[in-house]
DNA sequence: ACTATTTACATTGATATCAATAGAAATTGG
DNA sequence: CCAATTTCTATTGATATCAATGTAAATAGT
């Protein structure tokens, strides 16, 4: 039989200040909420706002590509893009020239609901400008970049 | 009737580009993949790992204070205790002074489960070094501690 | 002491996330 | 052209996330 295991308290507290993955999620979970009131009254959360901008092209993208830019699973893709077919905010429809394909567009009604949310999210990211310590937002997305 | 809305591509592409909430959902989802992936051996998400490494106290800490470190909502800190106690990782108890509280411990099996995991943590945390632009983690911390 | 308020946590319902797996269509190697 | 492989997406099951709401215990005001 083995002894009782104990996790030195100090490697708990470094984990806790250095650990970037529970950094990151912190920040993402935080971040979420913020976005996400500041869109509730247009009936968006933080993921549908990027997904539904996404969708926003000259030619409708098909889903690996979109899952790829959003750094989430294609199964991830397929359920978020539910809610947002069932409302008729986004059409998946079949790539005649290859059937496997979807490709995904946003609706008037969706590109409607998007337009509303773009001053929303203009002035919600503002104000996280003056958060920032310095305010150099550019280093935190290179930096964020090179994880994602 | 309205006109059709049509939400320049410029602003789709400055949304791509600048919004910091979606670089950080991005990195978030990228980050736990990573340790999702090596953790998953002794069966426990990053998440997990994270939630059970701050139980690792002197004393068990209530659920509040939990959910505030981790920045999760409490709904969410409850839900996630749900296969940890399943499992016999963690016990939850009453709190004789304060029958509303909840006191949150790692059983022996936790401890045991959790030391196995922390030298995992470690090769994987130390492999971000070398992705960072210049291997200043810390500032990253910094820029992300002042979003949380 | 008694009532109103506050605090701490749980439940429900909806969406988000990914692993494992499966299916269908396209591509490749022979 | 045909079989094997690869590509693209969907489904299932488990966990994660939060809003809205409910419940019980503690505290405050009187």
Redesign the interface.
């Given at each position: 039989m083995?002894n009782?295991?104990?996790?030195p308290?100090s490697?708990?507290l470094l984990?806790?200040d250095?650990?970037?993955?529970?950094?990151?999620?912190?920040?993402?979970?935080?971040?979420?909420r913020?976005?996400d009131d500041a869109l509730r009254p247009v009936g968006l959360t933080?993921?549908q706002f990027?997904l539904m901008?996404?969708l926003?092209?000259?030619e409708p993208p098909p889903m690996g590509p979109v899952a790829t830019?959003?750094?989430?699973d294609q199964t991830t893709l397929t359920a978020a893009l539910k809610p947002l077919q069932r409302r008729g905010w986004v059409n998946v429809t079949q790539n005649a020239k290859d059937k496997r394909r979807r490709l995904l567009s946003l609706t008037?009604e969706g590109?409607?609901v998007?337009?509303a949310a773009?001053p929303i999210?203009e002035t919600t990211?503002a104000s996280?400008e003056e958060?920032?310590?310095d305010g150099d937002?550019g280093?935190?997305?290179?930096?964020?970049?090179?994880?994602?």
């Amino acid at each position: 039989m083995s002894n009782a295991v104990e996790i030195p308290f100090s490697t708990t507290l470094l984990v806790r200040d250095t650990c970037l993955c529970l950094h990151v999620q912190r920040a993402a979970r935080a971040l979420a909420r913020l976005f996400d009131d500041a869109l509730r009254p247009v009936g968006l959360t933080n993921g549908q706002f990027s997904l539904m901008m996404s969708l926003n092209r000259p030619e409708p993208p098909p889903m690996g590509p979109v899952a790829t830019l959003l750094a989430m699973d294609q199964t991830t893709l397929t359920a978020a893009l539910k809610p947002l077919q069932r409302r008729g905010w986004v059409n998946v429809t079949q790539n005649a020239k290859d059937k496997r394909r979807r490709l995904l567009s946003l609706t008037p009604e969706g590109k409607a609901v998007l337009a509303a949310a773009v001053p929303i999210w203009e002035t919600t990211h503002a104000s996280l400008e003056e958060v920032l310590p310095d305010g150099d937002m550019g280093r935190l997305r290179r930096d964020l970049q090179a994880l994602a």
